[in-house]
């Protein structure tokens, strides 16, 4: 490649950052399994001295993640929450931070019984309405922490009147973009500071790790994190970076799956007449759905729906399915479908779930690459019992 012939991004995702071991010409790269490295005198390393300030294969898979969302810098995390713990040590005792109001229940619950135990505030708002969030901007305020789309009722944020904001007000723009990933949307060419994912969900991609990034363009921003890394050590295992970096090879190819099976599935439960509301960002009917047709390039594989039944409904299809998983999580080859009032989101209180719209009846479905007409099928004989 010449700089004149920069990778498309199918290429970016398989090639990026990877290159032949030079020790062996091996074409995937090594797991370098070890702690400490040897120094050739006092002084002199060969880039590592300690696995906790860096490792060639996180390395590799950093060089990998910063190239598919088109950043300058990544840095790998030992799970999605130590990346956005990270991401808010950029703060000091006293700042305060605007937060979309329906983030993943993890997330809060991190703002709200850790971080603000040291001097951190934050606000909840609808972020997808960027008038309110102009309005909860304070003296104080230095971050925008906003999810799009959301966990889990899949609001969707124009990011770009979010990075006007930021701009406007001196703000750190901070994106997690797990549910989107970079095949769909990279906040960056929005105007984002720092974009965030959990890699336990896309990026793997088969539930075989739990595992955090952050990708940036910033050299300062870039500089911090990776001091505050290395100082607090929330670094993941190179055996994980490595399974990421196995399962990031076909990204492309399952997220154009994903998307294209959640549509149908999408569209299938709101035909459904046992089925209240179904929130997808592909579907026309979703509030946002032209603000993400703009800035998306495919509306990713998260649906969550409402069943006319309730919450009683809803367990009966969640306990009557029989090839989607019951589980917490998302993002992976297999369909897991998930209760977010008792599982993901149980320590939101019920008063804050019942005012985010999170209600007790709410399913969330994160649709999988097996065959849709099986998955649909599977929902189908669920829903016949509700
Ligand atoms: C949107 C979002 N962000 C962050 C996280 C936290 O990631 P992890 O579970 O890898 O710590 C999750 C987990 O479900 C999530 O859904």
Redesign the pocket.
Known sequence: MTPDSPMKFDTRVVRAGISPDPTTGSIVPPIYATATYVLEEVGKDKGFDYTRAANPTRQVLEANLAAIEGGAHGVCYS???SA?DSCLKLLSAGDHVVCSDDV?G??SRHFNKVLSRYGLAFTYVDTSQPETVRQAVRPQTRMLWV?TPT?PLLKVTDLEAMAAIAKEHGLYLGV?S??ATPVFLRPLEFGADIVMH?T??YLSGHNQI???AVITNRDDIFDELKFIQKTIGAVPSPFDCWLTLMGLKTLHLRMARHAESAQKVAEYLESHDKVARVAYPGLPSHPQHAIAKAQMSGFSGMISFELTGGLEAGKTVMNGVKLCGLAE??GAVETMITHPATM?HAEVPAEDRQARGLTDGLVRLSVGIEDVDDIIADLEQALEKA
Request: hydrophobic share 25%; charged share 15%.
């Open positions: 799970s999605g929450m956005v993943y993890g997330t999810e966990n997690d797990t549910f959990s336990t969900k739990i595992g955090g999580s998302l993901t």
